[in-house]
């Protein structure tokens, strides 16, 4: 036979505490593609704009007074006053009223009537010039070219490429034999 087990003394039904399961992370938002993100607005004051706007206008208000006065040498008539320019080839000139200070003033233009088949050289423009020009100095001026000792004469011909789009345009002008300016016209009353 068998001891049989004594009686235990009843404990409480207690249950052992669960194990210890740390919390869960706190949630994370969720990811924001960058397209949806816009940058912050910045704020336009407008100065910059407005700035760059003034220096523009300023800046073409100079150009445009610095060139009022500039006429093409191919559009001058006779009794127009400018300033004779510098350089071997002019393409435009100063324009002024004849009572402003000019050192220059149109006396003739004329179509050059010699060969045309080809470019002249300087020499026969020189010619054909003093040719036309010296009658018209003492018609328009009132004074002999021969023995004047204060004005000259001065002549613009066509370049090699105003003659090829057929320009023959020779115009005469008076200028002071010093390079002094003029206040007034040198035409005779």
Request: net charge negative; proline share 13%; glycine share 6%.
């Amino acid at each position: 036979m068998t001891d049989p087990i004594p009686p235990q003394p009843s404990q409480p039904d207690v249950q052992p505490p669960p194990p210890m399961v740390p919390p869960p992370p706190p949630m994370a938002p969720p990811p924001v593609e960058s397209a949806d993100v816009a940058p912050p607005a910045k704020k336009s004051g407008g100065r910059g704009a407005i700035i760059i706007v003034g220096v523009i206008v300023a800046f073409l208000a100079i150009v445009l007074y610095a060139v009022k006065d500039n006429l093409s040498a191919g559009d001058l008539k006779v009794g127009d006053c400018f300033n004779t320019p510098s350089g071997s080839t002019v393409q435009t000139v100063e324009h002024h009223p004849c009572t402003e200070s000019h050192t220059a003033e149109v006396i003739h233009v004329v179509e050059y009537t010699g060969d045309t088949s080809s470019y002249p050289i300087s020499l026969t423009f020189s010619s054909f010039a003093e040719d036309a020009c010296k009658p018209v100095f003492q018609t328009y001026t009132g004074r002999d070219f021969d023995l004047e000792t204060e004005l000259t004469i001065g002549y613009f011909y066509p370049s090699r490429d105003g003659w090829s789009g057929g320009d023959r345009t020779v115009t005469c002008y008076v200028t002071r034999v010093d390079d002094n300016s003029m206040t007034k016209s040198v035409k005779s009353s």
